[in-house]
């Protein structure tokens, strides 16, 4: 498979901002953005697409963790505690 074009790249990375956009505005509900979503993969190697969705949970775990900070396993609240 060739690398894709500079317009195949912006294409694809319009389509995905697009799709997420849609998720961010809808909470994250799937169905309502199945036009976006078929277009994005439509769009995207599915390479892509895969690593789009992998980055965006990490990205959103970054945001989670700065916004909420760390805790450690072992100072967690456990439920087996008495």
């Given at each position: 498979?060739?690398?894709?074009?500079?317009?195949?790249r912006r294409n694809c990375h319009a389509a995905r901002d697009s799709y997420f956009?849609?998720?961010?505005?809808?909470?994250?509900?799937?169905?309502?953005?199945?036009?976006?979503?078929?277009?994005?993969?439509?769009?995207?190697?599915?390479?892509?697409?895969?690593?789009?969705?992998?980055?965006?949970?990490?990205?959103?775990?970054?945001?989670k963790l700065n916004t909420e900070g760390f805790i450690p396993a072992d100072e967690?609240?456990?439920?087996?505690?008495?």
């Amino acid at each position: 498979m060739p690398a894709p074009t500079g317009e195949e790249r912006r294409n694809c990375h319009a389509a995905r901002d697009s799709y997420f956009t849609c998720l961010s505005s809808n909470g994250n509900d799937e169905s309502a953005c199945t036009k976006e979503k078929d277009n994005y993969t439509a769009v995207c190697p599915a390479t892509w697409v895969s690593y789009f969705a992998k980055k965006k949970v990490f990205d959103e775990y970054k945001k989670k963790l700065n916004t909420e900070g760390f805790i450690p396993a072992d100072e967690l609240p456990s439920k087996n505690k008495q």
